[in-house]
C-alpha cells in the first residue's frame, strides 16, 4: 500500500523553509518536522513542476496540489489480454495458474499489464461472457443441510 502523501502545509512550509534558509536539507526537514528524504522529494516535485519557493506561498492549496502531483496517464495503445482464451485455458488445463498465463502475455506484450492489473481485470469478469454453468452432468436438487448445537448438561 502506497504511503499517504504529506499535508498540503507541509509542503508549503518546506517550501517556505527554502526560501528562508537556501539548500540546507537539514534545516528545513527540522523546521517542517519531515524527513530528509521528503524534503528533497518535495523540492525535486516544486522543481520538476517549475515552481519557485517564494511563489508556492501564494498559490492555493488546490492549484500547488494539481502542480505537484498531476494525474498520471496511462498508455491508451495496451493491449488486453484475451480474457476468454484465458478463461478457456484456466478451465481446460488443471496446472495453468494466472501467474503462467501472465508471464505470456508479458513475453506477448511487454508494455502490457503488471500481474496486478492482469489478475484484476481477468478476475474483475472484464469481456467475460457473463455467468456459464459448467455443469458435465445431471443436475441433483441441492437439499439444505441443517446442523444443531448437541445439548449440554448444567450441573
Request: hydrophobic content about 45%.
Amino acid at each position: 500500500m502506497p504511503k499517504p502523501r504529506s499535508a498540503m502545509r507541509r509542503i508549503k512550509e518546506v517550501l517556505r523553509l527554502r526560501a528562508a534558509l537556501g539548500d540546507n536539507i537539514s534545516a528545513i526537514a527540522t523546521g517542517a518536522g519531515v524527513s530528509r528524504s521528503s524534503v528533497r522529494k518535495h523540492l525535486n516535485r516544486a522543481e520538476a513542476a517549475g515552481i519557485a519557493a517564494t511563489a508556492a506561498a501564494a498559490m492555493a492549496d488546490d492549484a500547488l496540489e494539481a502542480a505537484l502531483f498531476p494525474p498520471r496517464s496511462l498508455p491508451d495503445d495496451r493491449v488486453m489480454p484475451d480474457s476468454v482464451a484465458i478463461d478457456q485455458d484456466l478451465w481446460r488445463h488443471r496446472h495453468v495458474t494466472l501467474k503462467l498465463l501472465w508471464v505470456e502475455y508479458k513475453a506477448a506484450t511487454p508494455d502490457g499489464f503488471g500481474l496486478t492489473q492482469f489478475k484484476l481485470f481477468i478476475l474483475s469478469g472484464a469481456g467475460n461472457l457473463g455467468p456459464v454453468c459448467r455443469c458435465t452432468g445431471p443436475t441433483k436438487p441441492v437439499t439444505p443441510f441443517r446442523w444443531t448445537m448437541p445439548a449440554t448438561r448444567s450441573r
